[in-house]
């Protein structure tokens, strides 16, 4: 690595807070965590099962909840009245993030995980979830469209309240009956999926927007953009380790025995990431896309809500589930992944959009 690139990579993770940059550190470290609890205390499951709301056991409950509230309190809801200028930009983004997205994770969970029924459920679950999060980070660091990104992640977080259950439906049982797969492995109602995605992302949703217009109207919108959201998103990595731990903890004998199927699940999460951003980049640009839209399209494609897959595949199958696990797969392989990804975006712009003002001339710093 020439100085150059050097001082360019430094550049990128001293932009990203250190919680953001050491994400997946900290999930191994609360997956080794939750694996010694598992083995020191063998009847912690039945401890985290004593205290339930409905299926799932009340810590965990809280827990997924504070992963998914500080993110939607986050959100710039208001934003989205400039849907009514852009509506080819948006477009292309729904065509993108609600067929193009999931169906690709549908072809590449059964392509690798054919054999796996459980872990190729999670990773569908994982390719309905679009990013409403951290796509805002890698939009930045690759010079995109801040204003148009914040609209694209209000969008997403009001459509999946929409599209998640009806998509998960038609991906979990209509297609693979078409071509003559089982689908009673799923083993859980689309009621079960729908009841999931409305207390774990309806209830925060309701909250953050709340929150968000409350104290905007109290303190002011620089305030509570520059202080407050910052502040509050940085505790839902406290919800995402807890469930983490407690996940690992009823899980950590079966990893132990299997640690090849971690691999399996990560490999066709590295092939998403991949092809979704390059299809996704290549499309924007035919059509003819700024690069700063282009890369605004092409990250919010690319990157995927594990908050919300987590919570509804620990509340639907359960914390000791096989989709459970594969969805907590997925920020382990996304955040290096898209770091990765800035870079890509950044030379792309560079070779592919000369004499675009909108393609910064350095990597940012």
Do not use: H
Request: proline content about 4%; overall charge positive; aromatic content about 12%.
């Amino acid at each position: 690595m020439t100085t150059s690139s050097a001082q360019q990579t430094g550049a990128v993770f001293q932009r990203l807070s250190r919680l953001d940059r050491f994400l997946p550190v900290w999930i191994f470290l609360a997956m080794a965590v939750g694996v010694i609890m598992g083995a020191l205390f063998p009847g912690i499951q039945s401890t985290f099962d004593t205290l339930r709301i409905d299926t799932v056991s009340l810590p965990i409950a809280i827990g997924l909840l504070w992963m998914m509230y500080p993110v939607l309190a986050k959100v710039k809801y208001e934003e989205l009245g400039r849907l009514r200028g852009r509506w080819r930009l948006f477009g292309v983004s729904i065509l993108q993030n609600w067929v193009i997205g999931p169906a690709l994770m549908f072809v590449l969970a059964w392509v690798f995980l054919a054999d796996m029924p459980e872990y190729r459920t999670g990773l569908i679950i994982v390719g309905l979830a679009r990013c409403i999060a951290m796509v805002l980070i890698w939009n930045m660091l690759a010079g995109g469209d801040n204003e148009d990104c914040a609209v694209l992640v209000a969008l997403n977080s009001v459509f999946q309240i929409v599209m998640y259950s009806p998509l998960a439906f038609f991906y979990l049982a209509v297609v693979p009956g078409l071509f003559g797969a089982d689908t009673a492995e799923v083993g859980v109602s689309m009621w079960d999926i729908a009841k999931s995605v409305f207390i774990f992302l309806g209830i925060p949703l309701a909250a953050g927007v709340v929150t968000r217009f409350v104290l905007i109207r109290q303190r002011g919108r620089a305030w509570y953009d520059d202080t407050f959201a910052p502040r509050l998103g940085r505790t839902a990595i406290i919800g995402l380790l807890f469930t983490v731990v407690v996940m690992f903890s009823m899980q950590g004998e079966k990893i132990l025995a299997q640690p090849g199927d971690v691999l399996r699940i990560a490999i066709p999460l590295l092939v998403y990431f991949l092809l979704m951003f390059t299809l996704s980049f290549f499309l924007s640009r035919r059509l003819g896309f700024a690069y700063s839209e282009t890369a605004t399209l092409s990250f919010t494609a690319a990157s995927n809500n594990f908050e919300l897959a987590i919570a509804v595949a620990v509340a639907s199958f359960g914390i000791a589930s096989g989709q459970a696990l594969a969805t907590v797969v997925g920020p382990l392989i996304e955040v290096p992944v898209l770091i990765g990804l800035v870079y890509v975006s950044l030379w792309l712009g560079r070779r592919f959009y000369r004499g675009d003002a909108t393609v910064p001339a350095a990597t940012p710093s």
